[in-house]
T-cell receptor
Framework: GAVVSQHPSWVICKSGTSVKIECRSLDFQATTMFWYRQFPKQSLMLMAT?????????EQGVEKDKFLINHASLTLSTLTVTSAHPEDSSFYIC??????????????FGPGTRLTVL | GQNIDQPTEMTATEGAIVQINCTYQ??????LFWYQQHAGEAPTFLSYNVLDGLEEKGRFSSFLSRSKGYSYLLLKELQMKDSASYLCAVRPTDSWGKLQFGAGTQVVVTP
């Protein structure tokens, strides 16, 4: 099956610093990538949809200036949490969708990044 | 708005069968997915339904009734490793590719 990687798998940072998370599709081209956030014992909340070569579309309530998303190539999208605060501590998961349209059009999920802001 | 409901937790014994129900109200429908998620890990794909009926894949089966806005995931011959959260996700027609997730059902398998 298709493989999606995320880096780093976990990160601890001080309040006020910025953190960049990378999401890569390893063996397929992903025209669309999605970024989710998941708090403990809660479900995945979609933050934004990222299409290669265009601006990301953010969900209601997600600050685009705080969560910067770049999808510069068909295999890489990055999420930068700017001026992180403790309330940003969460599990961040990306998923990638292959460019070739199929009925299933499945999203393939990365392993997630655990962010802890002190 | 979008609404996807599933039970919070279910407990079953090893070797038994468990059925996880999911009801949804979304703006259009373009498929329903079930994912398994172990604690601290990313979701893994289990099944996909877009037409009414039952899809069987080994020990896991998923059923869909579009007219009722209802799906279930059936786990047979439960194993300890099946202890996980099971997420129901719907893809509305007005949001190509985007998924709306339910809160997840935590399944606890006991010896």
């Amino acid at each position: 099956g298709a493989v999606v990687s995320q880096h780093p798998s976990w990160v601890i940072c001080k309040s006020g610093t910025s953190v960049k998370i990378e999401c890569r599709s390893l063996d397929f081209q992903a025209t669309t990538m999605f970024w989710y956030r998941q708090f403990p014992k809660q479900s995945l909340m979609l933050m934004a949809t990222s299409n290669e070569g265009s601006k990301a579309t953010y969900e209601q309530g997600v600050e685009k200036d705080k969560f910067l998303i770049n999808h510069a190539s068909l295999t890489l999208s990055t999420l930068t949490v700017t001026s992180a605060h403790p309330e940003d501590s969460s599990f961040y998961i990306c998923s990638a969708q292959a460019g070739v349209p199929t009925l299933l059009n499945e999203q393939f999920f990365g392993p997630g990044t655990r962010l802890t802001v002190l | 708005g979008q609404n996807i409901d599933q039970p919070t937790e279910m407990t079953a014994t090893e070797g038994a069968i468990v059925q996880i129900n999911c009801t949804y109200q979304t703006s259009g429908f373009n498929g329903l997915f079930w994912y398994q998620q172990h604690a601290g890990e990313a979701p893994t794909f289990l099944s996909y339904n877009v037409l009414d009926g039952l899809e069987e894949k080994g020990r896991f089966s998923s059923f869909l009734s579009r007219s009722k806005g209802y799906s279930y995931l059936l786990l047979k011959e439960l194993q300890m490793k099946d202890s996980a959260s099971y997420l129901c996700a719907v893809r509305p027609t007005d949001s190509w590719g985007k998924l709306q997730f339910g809160a997840g059902t935590q399944v606890v398998v006991t010896p």
